[in-house]
């Protein structure tokens, strides 16, 4: 340790993300542990057109406090986070090097200022670890996969310690020669304190939230609640929908959010003929839990997904989960059977048979609800916590 007998850690990030902040938050209640993010871009903060959702976004949750930040350079007001080149950031060369980091920790390597914080933190002494999404169900070409994995070979020899979100982001790390010692399980998490309390105190307002966001019927509610991207395959839920129905099995169903695929989903809805289809728009933070809450399955039919938070998310409410297989976080959050089922991405046959025997069954809905929150409960920053604390005994140390 160097200043006060503390961890002291940067953390890199584009600008302040709805899903990291509350960690920092957590982490820096720590006696010996500091946090300080370091950030690109105030986009989320001052509002943006956000590409997948097609439309401006800003959050409704708090993302700065509990945690010192630093907004790199004048710039960060104007930055708006893209392509690698679109966040170079100099500023991070001079506050890695400057501000007596222990270690520097990085998410992912999308951005040329995420390079330029590496090449400064090993120029000072400062150890530096990795969390990224990536995992090897996530389809690529071959010859992309072949040129990155051979450059990453070479680059991960000199990262100090990697965070593993999960059970096939470990399996990744394993692929590309990372030995196990240099491997920390910090689970990839949300706010479960967050999620399960307000779930908790709307559930009383239930039959209140229903009306207002148009669900007017006692039917099993059905939620897809994502950007509508082609890759994550909304149209599918709407194609089960209409199989359900034709086999006598009533159930509502809720799409929360918007995108490219908006007015195809509105029209497709209108060609199979389907009622009770309820398209909200996009729902800020703040009020999702309401969202889960007036929910009784939530199902993510995407394909090349890097993790899905939403699912964690979904799971604090104790919804049962449908979810594509290869999704990154089904290994550890999605036991087939258990909490939900496994479906195969795109596959409109497979998500109505696993629909069909939840969405009938109000007992095992219930059961399958109580097996989410069992799960998510280990599943939480408590977890991502320990991770934290052995890389940086390991990786770190102390004087």
Same mark, same amino acid.
């Given at each position: 340790?160097? /200043?006060?007998?503390?961890? !002291?850690?940067a953390? /890199? #990030? ?6 990291? *902040? ?29 590409? +997948? ?7 409704? =949750? ?13 710039? *960060?007001?104007? @930055?708006?986070?893209? +392509?690698?080149?679109?966040l ?6 001079r ?11 990085? !998410? ?5 200022a #995420? ?5 400064? *933190? ?26 990155r ?16 979100? +999960?059970?096939?982001? &470990? ?18 998490t ?6 399960? +309390? ?6 009383a $307002? ?17 939620l ?24 006598g ?19 497709? /809805? ?5 009622? !009770? ?5 996009? =729902? ?8 889960? =809450?007036?929910?009784? =399955? ?13 699912? #964690? ?26 909490n939900?089922?496994?479906?195969? *991405? ?13 969405v ?27 991770g934290? $604390? @052995?890389?940086?005994?390991? $990786?770190?140390? &102390?004087?």
């Amino acid at each position: 340790m160097t /200043v006060g007998d503390k961890y !002291h850690i940067a953390v /890199v #990030n584009s600008h302040p993300i709805q899903y990291f *902040a509350p960690l920092y938050r957590h982490l820096n209640r720590n006696s010996d542990i500091d946090v300080t993010a370091l950030y690109c871009s105030d986009f989320s903060l001052r509002g943006g057109k956000d590409p +997948g959702f097609g439309q401006n976004v800003q959050w409704n =949750v708090d993302l700065l406090s509990g945690y010192r930040s630093i907004f790199l350079g004048a710039r *960060a007001t104007k @930055r708006v986070p893209g +392509g690698f080149f679109s966040l170079i950031c100099p500023e991070v060369w001079r506050e890695v090097r400057s501000g007596h980091y222990d270690a520097v920790c990085l !998410h992912g390597y999308a951005y040329a200022a #995420n390079v330029l914080a590496f090449l400064a *933190a090993k120029s000072c002494g400062a150890s530096v670890f990795l969390r990224s999404e990536t995992h090897l169900k996530l389809l690529r070409s071959s010859f992309r996969r072949r040129l990155r994995d051979g450059f990453l070979r070479i680059a991960y020899k000199f990262v100090d310690g990697f965070l593993a979100i +999960g059970t096939e982001n &470990r399996a990744y790390y394993q692929s590309l020669g990372v030995p196990d010692e240099k491997i920390f399980d910090v689970p990839y998490t949300v706010d479960n304190d967050r999620f399960v +309390g307000e779930a908790r105190e709307a559930m009383a $307002r239930r039959e209140m939230l229903r009306a207002k966001y148009g669900v007017t019927d006692d039917w099993p509610v059905i939620l897809y609640a994502s950007k509508f991207m082609r890759r994550k395959n909304p149209d599918c839920l709407i194609r089960a929908a209409a199989r359900l129905r034709d086999d006598g099995v009533p159930v509502s169903i809720l799409m929360v959010g918007t995108g490219e695929m908006a007015d195809e989903l509105q029209a497709l /809805v209108h060609q199979l003929q389907l009622d !009770h289809v309820v398209f909200t728009g996009f =729902v800020n933070q703040a009020e999702l839990p309401e969202i889960y =809450v007036i929910s009784d =399955v939530f199902v993510l039919p995407s394909a090349n997904e890097p993790w899905g938070l939403i699912v #964690n998310e979904a799971m604090c409410a104790g919804l049962p989960i449908v979810a594509s297989a290869e999704i990154g976080c089904v290994s550890d959050l999605v036991k087939d059977g258990v909490n939900g089922a496994h479906v195969e *991405a795109g596959n409109v046959e497979s998500l109505t048979k696993a629909l069909k025997r939840i969405v009938s069954d109000d007992a095992l809905r219930q059961q399958m609800g109580n097996a989410s929150i069992e799960i998510i409960e280990k599943w939480s920053y408590a977890q991502c916590e320990l991770g934290w $604390r @052995r890389a940086l005994e390991c $990786r770190v140390g &102390r004087i």
